[in-house]
Protein backbone atom coordinates (compact mmCIF):
# COMPACT_ATOMS: atom_id res chain seq x y z
CA UNK A 1 0.00 0.00 0.00
CA UNK A 2 0.86 3.53 -0.37
CA UNK A 3 -0.46 6.45 0.99
CA UNK A 4 0.12 9.83 0.25
CA UNK A 5 0.36 12.86 3.46
CA UNK A 6 -0.05 16.19 3.10
CA UNK A 7 0.37 18.23 6.27
CA UNK A 8 0.08 22.12 6.73
CA UNK A 9 3.32 24.25 7.85
CA UNK A 10 1.02 26.64 9.67
CA UNK A 11 0.10 25.70 13.06
CA UNK A 12 3.07 22.96 12.83
CA UNK A 13 3.19 22.67 16.46
CA UNK A 14 0.06 20.83 16.05
CA UNK A 15 0.39 19.30 12.78
CA UNK A 16 4.15 17.86 12.98
CA UNK A 17 2.51 15.51 15.82
CA UNK A 18 -0.62 14.65 13.66
CA UNK A 19 2.01 13.67 11.01
CA UNK A 20 3.75 11.93 13.39
CA UNK A 21 0.60 9.66 14.52
CA UNK A 22 -0.07 8.89 11.18
CA UNK A 23 3.20 7.77 9.86
CA UNK A 24 3.36 5.37 13.03
CA UNK A 25 0.03 3.97 12.41
CA UNK A 26 0.23 3.58 9.37
CA UNK A 27 3.42 1.72 9.98
CA UNK A 28 2.17 -0.54 12.89
CA UNK A 29 -0.46 -1.71 10.15
CA UNK A 30 2.71 -3.15 8.11
CA UNK A 31 3.09 0.62 5.17
CA UNK A 32 6.60 0.91 4.83
CA UNK A 33 8.27 3.91 5.78
CA UNK A 34 9.24 4.50 1.84
CA UNK A 35 5.86 3.85 0.95
CA UNK A 36 4.64 6.71 2.23
CA UNK A 37 4.93 9.91 0.66
CA UNK A 38 4.88 13.41 2.34
CA UNK A 39 4.53 16.62 1.01
CA UNK A 40 4.35 20.22 3.05
CA UNK A 41 1.81 23.12 1.81
CA UNK A 42 2.06 26.68 3.98
CA UNK A 43 -1.85 26.57 4.90
CA UNK A 44 -5.05 24.64 4.99
CA UNK A 45 -6.31 26.65 1.83
CA UNK A 46 -3.47 24.91 -0.28
CA UNK A 47 -4.30 21.29 1.17
CA UNK A 48 -7.00 20.90 -1.47
CA UNK A 49 -4.89 21.57 -4.77
CA UNK A 50 -1.97 19.68 -3.41
CA UNK A 51 -4.34 16.74 -2.91
CA UNK A 52 -5.42 16.99 -6.46
CA UNK A 53 -1.91 17.34 -7.75
CA UNK A 54 -0.75 14.40 -5.72
CA UNK A 55 -4.26 12.28 -6.94
CA UNK A 56 -2.71 12.97 -10.59
CA UNK A 57 0.81 12.89 -10.22
CA UNK A 58 1.42 10.13 -7.69
CA UNK A 59 0.43 6.31 -7.39
CA UNK A 60 -0.88 6.45 -4.03
CA UNK A 61 -4.11 3.85 -2.89
CA UNK A 62 -5.19 7.00 -0.21
CA UNK A 63 -4.50 10.48 0.32
CA UNK A 64 -4.33 11.91 4.20
CA UNK A 65 -4.55 16.14 4.35
CA UNK A 66 -3.67 17.11 7.63
CA UNK A 67 -4.22 20.70 8.64
CA UNK A 68 -5.34 22.70 12.20
CA UNK A 69 -7.36 25.71 11.62
CA UNK A 70 -7.98 27.51 15.30
CA UNK A 71 -11.15 29.83 15.32
CA UNK A 72 -9.77 33.68 15.92
CA UNK A 73 -11.57 36.97 16.42
CA UNK A 74 -12.61 37.18 12.43
CA UNK A 75 -14.72 35.23 9.81
CA UNK A 76 -11.52 33.87 8.33
CA UNK A 77 -11.97 30.47 10.32
CA UNK A 78 -15.01 29.83 8.81
CA UNK A 79 -14.12 30.70 4.85
CA UNK A 80 -10.86 28.29 5.53
CA UNK A 81 -12.67 25.36 7.06
CA UNK A 82 -15.78 25.65 4.85
CA UNK A 83 -12.96 25.98 1.60
CA UNK A 84 -11.30 23.37 2.39
CA UNK A 85 -14.52 20.85 3.06
CA UNK A 86 -15.82 21.45 0.03
CA UNK A 87 -12.77 21.04 -1.81
CA UNK A 88 -11.83 17.92 -0.20
CA UNK A 89 -15.47 17.06 -0.40
CA UNK A 90 -15.86 17.59 -4.44
CA UNK A 91 -12.02 15.68 -4.79
CA UNK A 92 -13.89 12.99 -2.99
CA UNK A 93 -16.43 12.57 -5.34
CA UNK A 94 -15.08 12.87 -8.60
CA UNK A 95 -11.40 11.08 -8.29
CA UNK A 96 -10.20 7.36 -8.04
CA UNK A 97 -8.22 8.17 -4.87
CA UNK A 98 -9.75 8.03 -1.26
CA UNK A 99 -8.75 11.95 0.34
CA UNK A 100 -9.04 11.57 3.97
CA UNK A 101 -10.12 14.80 5.63
CA UNK A 102 -7.56 15.38 8.58
CA UNK A 103 -8.28 18.84 8.99
CA UNK A 104 -8.23 19.79 12.96
CA UNK A 105 -11.58 22.71 12.99
CA UNK A 106 -11.35 23.92 16.39
CA UNK A 107 -11.97 26.91 19.31
CA UNK A 108 -9.08 27.33 21.38
CA UNK A 109 -5.02 26.17 21.10
CA UNK A 110 -6.29 23.65 24.08
CA UNK A 111 -9.06 21.53 22.10
CA UNK A 112 -5.80 21.35 19.07
CA UNK A 113 -3.61 20.30 21.85
CA UNK A 114 -6.11 17.62 22.98
CA UNK A 115 -6.60 16.03 19.70
CA UNK A 116 -2.74 16.06 18.85
CA UNK A 117 -1.74 13.24 21.19
CA UNK A 118 -3.32 14.57 24.19
CA UNK A 119 -6.44 13.78 26.52
CA UNK A 120 -8.15 12.99 23.36
CA UNK A 121 -5.49 10.81 21.38
CA UNK A 122 -3.91 11.80 18.68
CA UNK A 123 -6.40 12.03 15.46
CA UNK A 124 -3.45 11.63 13.21
CA UNK A 125 -3.63 7.78 13.65
CA UNK A 126 -7.59 7.65 13.26
CA UNK A 127 -6.80 9.35 9.61
CA UNK A 128 -4.66 6.31 9.31
CA UNK A 129 -6.81 3.54 9.95
CA UNK A 130 -9.33 5.39 7.81
CA UNK A 131 -6.93 5.82 5.10
CA UNK A 132 -6.09 1.87 5.26
CA UNK A 133 -10.01 1.23 4.98
CA UNK A 134 -11.00 3.44 2.45
CA UNK A 135 -7.62 2.41 0.27
CA UNK A 136 -8.88 -1.51 0.48
CA UNK A 137 -12.74 -0.04 -0.12
CA UNK A 138 -11.08 1.70 -3.45
CA UNK A 139 -9.50 -1.49 -4.23
CA UNK A 140 -12.15 -3.98 -4.02
CA UNK A 141 -14.06 -1.78 -6.65
CA UNK A 142 -11.31 -1.00 -8.78
CA UNK A 143 -10.61 -4.57 -9.56
Known amino acids: MRVGIIVT ?4 HITD ?6 VEELSTHGVREQNISINHVPGSF ?8 MERFEYVNAIIVI ?3 IRGDTPHFDYICQGVTQGIAELNARCDTPIIFGLL ?3 SEEQATERAGGKLGNKGKEFAVTAIKMA ?8
Not at 9 to 12: D, G, K, L, Q, R
Open 17 to 22: KLLQGA
Open 67 to 69: GCV
Open 9 to 12: EWNN
Open 105 to 107: TVN
Open 136 to 143: ALAWKYQK
Open 46 to 53: ELVYAARQ
